[in-house]
């Protein structure tokens, strides 16, 4: 029976952004001036190893943003009927994880629970910790299995790892080879001495350290919680992995939100002036002079009441999780646009004074066409800086939003949902800190890529920045110019 | 001076009202009191009786804008638009939705104080703490000092301030027993209970902070008058002390007061964590009780203090920069 797919609101978005950026892709390679712009971002090594990160969440991301809902073996005179839950591809990909359940909290790797529980074991009531359900259920004597069995699966792990970067980079030797037409030596020998544009060394060198990380993941996860397990037994490293498309939608959706009001405002205000410019700053001003948490939480509580009102709109729990998910995309653009908008109006009243402006006044062309054909192309460059700065910012800012009580719905994994159940879990004893310790490893990897691929193309669109870097002078002589 | 200072008052008053405005309009008109009613009572069993003994016992069953059952003046008074919007103006700002809750101003008045007691340190201690380091990072620019320090600087802004607060604390209070977990005491006393999310607040924006104010100061430097106080012979010290460290103080108050307001909110998380009965714990638990009356007043609240800010910056900056009083 075929499943029936299921277009979740975020997933509309997320697919449309894609279009996007493909459409976006395909206009920078007819353009040769972007081009170059674009070929330096890549030329800066962390901008380039960040955005392969990125490009892996990104991959995760995708995976979990098809969803379907499987159907129901039904009688055959009935209607088909389809499970009340929906899943994504990723799910089924790591269904492993999600059905290997546990009963409450354990270890990283371990074989047995994290809590003692009163055991009979040939009648005798003993406090023990109980066999784990699933990690480690492969093991006849665990005590002396377990430390072979866990070593034996990471080395392969590595291995396999190992063996699927050495073919990316031999696949990447190739094409440079080819493209450069010089031997296959030659290529290899380039790319070791840094004497490319690209830093395609530290691509590969990328490539080795991920495959050395989820090289032993991999390995592990059919028969380990490889970061253990939560209060309900749930596994974490599963809940990481799922994390990263609510951080990823957050990051994205929230400042794409921005961008009509920001681009559309800014330009009229900046290029009209007169009453439109007050009006526009005035509404602005206003919105800036509430705290954003502030803000956000009144718009949030508000929806909430909307959501609480309107219980038919959604069939399954999924469905309305992700409502609440687009609804705060959709909040913390309506209530962010005040920055970028201020930036643009200030870059329009730049512009509008320029030659090739009065020029186009000249011809008669009208001032809509003005806008969009001669004074929005020229502020772009802005719009890309400010988009890409902020997605770091608004990863972060789902934490707090989550921990204040406004952010995402608790049945949808987020980075802000783990470190709020961390909270409690690290005043334990022992503490339970893989949980925390999870949250922090995947969204500091997330934040800190997108940082530095921010940092790479405002190096590279905007110029000024570029005299801020730090890079001591006796660094310089490997790098090209 | 003055006329300058009359119209930033004014423009301000202008925009509280836009806010006030805004705020009424989104937690009146989006949904109505019903809604809200249903949605604090809770539970299944929801009758229209109860939702209007709690609308009645708040003040939520008069008219919005116009009571036509009232004469005179109490037409325009006696409606909710008035009792929960225009008296705000006049600090009355009316009793919580919560069951047992009492008045929010009076607790506005006394968790206003603890807000300050964690704010001002914090304030002072941050542009000092940043504008120092910043300033070691200019000193030693071109250097691996420098590059690894703008790499510190970003590694430490990829962190989420709750991962500094919950290491911090499990850190300092539970292994090193150095500082109490959370809580709060009068007098003296709460020195150590501030000293843990003053210092773990300095850290935690550190890296942002130091690194802007290190772009601030490079593009300073780039500035004409640098190399003619080199050029001049003056040593690099006195060149930074003297004439940077001066002229960067601009944008350093521009960046340092915009994050003022955020400061006197109590930084919302940490005071939740630290159990500081402030302001921003304030805003926590009313947000968690879903009182909507409290997130409207403290709404109201956050924006008057923004406001005042900005006013209080713009005089800084005529202080600063005596070019600014000419304008």
């Known amino acids: 029976m075929a499943p029936k797919f299921v277009l979740l609101w975020t997933d509309i978005v997320i697919w449309l952004l894609i279009a996007l950026l493909v459409g976006y892709g395909w206009l920078v390679t007819r353009n040769p ?16 190893a960040s955005s392969m990160v990125i490009g892996l969440c990104l991959l995760v991301t995708l995976a979990d943003s098809l969803h379907y809902r499987r159907a129901l073996p039904a009688a055959p005179d009935q209607a088909v009927a389809y499970e009340p839950v929906t899943r994504s591809v ?10 290997s359940r546990e009963a409450t909290y354990s270890r990283p790797l371990a074989y047995v629970g994290f809590t003692k529980e009163s055991i009979e074991v040939d009648g005798v009531v003993q406090r023990t910790a109980p066999r784990l359900a699933h990690g480690g259920a492969h093991l006849k004597q665990p005590e002396q299995q377990w430390l072979g069995d866990v070593l ?10 190992l063996l699927v970067a050495a073919a990316l980079a031999a696949a990447l030797v190739a094409a440079f080879a080819r493209h450069q037409k010089i031997t296959w030596r030659e290529a290899a020998g380039r790319i070791r001495r840094r004497e ?35 209060r309900t037994g749930n596994d974490v490293l599963y809940q990481a992995v799922k994390s990263l498309r609510t951080a990823f939608v957050i990051g994205t959706l929230s400042t794409l939100a921005t961008l009509p009001l920001a681009v559309g405002l ?8 007169g009453w439109v410019d007050e009006a526009i700053q005035y509404l602005y001003t206003v919105l800036s002079s509430i705290p954003n948490v502030l803000l956000i939480a009144a718009c949030v509580l508000m929806a909430q009441v909307f959501i609480d009102k309107h219980p038919e709109l959604f069939t399954t729990g999924a469905e309305r999780a992700d409502f609440k998910l687009f609804l705060l995309c959709a909040i913390l653009g309506l209530t962010g646009w005040a920055g970028l908008c201020r930036l643009l109006r200030g870059e329009a009243l730049k512009l509008r004074e320029l030659e090739y402006v009065q020029a186009a006044t000249a011809f008669g062309v009208s001032r809509w066409r003005i806008m969009a ?74 934040v800190l890529a997108a940082n530095l691929f921010a940092d790479g193309v405002r190096d590279a669109f905007d110029p000024r920045a570029r005299s801020l870097r730090a890079r001591p002078i006796a660094a310089k002589k490997g790098a090209p110019a | 001076m003055t006329s300058f200072l009359l119209r930033r008052l004014a423009y301000g008053a202008l925009v509280l009202l836009g806010v006030n405005l805004a705020t009424f309009f989104l937690f009146f008109t989006v949904n109505t009191p019903d809604d809200m009613a249903r949605l604090n009572i809770g539970g299944k069993r929801v009758t229209q009786e109860l939702i209007d003994k709690w609308k009645t016992e ?13 004469q005179g003046s109490e037409q325009f008074t006696e409606t909710i638009f008035y009792e929960r919007s225009v008296s705000l103006f006049t600090f009355n700002f009316g009793r919580a939705d919560g069951e047992s809750a009492g008045d929010i101003g009076h607790e506005v008045g006394t968790r206003m104080w603890v807000s300050l007691q964690l704010a001002l340190p914090l304030f002072v201690l941050q542009v000092i703490a940043s504008t120092a380091f910043a300033l070691l990072l200019v000193m030693f620019r071109h250097t691996r000092w420098d590059f690894w320090g703008v790499v510190l600087c970003v590694l430490m802004l990829s962190i989420s301030s709750l991962f500094y607060i919950i290491v911090g604390q499990f850190f300092f209070s539970r292994v090193l027993k150095l500082a109490p977990i959370s809580g709060y005491a009068p007098g003296l006393d709460v020195i150590k209970f501030l000293i843990l999310p003053i210092g773990l607040s300095l850290i935690a924006r550190l890296g942002a902070e130091a690194r802007l104010y290190r772009a601030m100061f490079l593009e300073e430097m780039s500035k004409d008058y640098v190399r003619t106080a080199r050029a001049k012979g003056l040593a690099e010290t006195v060149v930074l002390f003297r004439h940077v460290l001066r002229n960067a103080l601009i944008p350093i108050i521009t960046s340092a007061g915009s994050y003022l307001p955020y400061v006197f909110m ?57 070019r600014v009083r000419l304008a």
């Open chain 1, 90 to 99: 990723l799910d089924a990909v790591l269904s492993g994880l999600v059905e």
């Open chain 2, 266 to 322: 109590g930084s919302l998380v940490f005071e939740s964590f630290f159990g500081l009965p402030g302001l921003g714990a304030y805003v926590i638990e009313a947000i968690t009780k879903q009182d909507f009356a409290i997130v409207r007043t403290m709404v109201f609240v956050g924006s008057l203090l923004y406001i005042a800010t900005y006013i209080l910056i713009d005089v800084a900056y005529t202080w600063a920069d005596p």
């Open chain 1, 152 to 161: 034996s699966r990471a080395a392969f792990g590595i291995v396999g790892g």
């Open chain 1, 373 to 446: 054909r001669h004074i929005f192309p020229n502020v772009v460059h802005l719009v890309l800086i400010t988009t890409v700065l902020e997605f770091s910012g608004l990863v972060l800012y789902e934490a707090i939003l989550t921990y204040v009580g406004v952010g995402v719905d608790p049945s949808q994994n987020s980075f802000g949902g783990m470190i709020n159940l961390a909270r409690s879990e690290m005043s334990r004893d022992p503490v339970v800190w893989w949980s925390f310790a999870a949250a922090f490893g995947f969204m500091v990897t997330l």
């Open chain 1, 33 to 48: 001036v972007q081009t170059a712009t674009w070929k330096r971002v890549f030329r800066d090594p962390a901008a380039l």
């Open chain 1, 196 to 230: 490319t544009d690209t830093p395609w060394r530290t691509a590969i060198t990328t490539a080795f350290v991920a495959a050395l990380l989820i090289g032993p993941t991999v390995a592990l996860m059919g028969h380990y919680h490889v970061l253990g397990t939560d």
């Open chain 1, 266 to 273: 800014g330009i009229m205000a900046g290029y009209l002036r």
């Open chain 2, 58 to 70: 708040r003040g939520y069953d008069k008219p919005l804008y116009f009571n036509d059952a009232k």
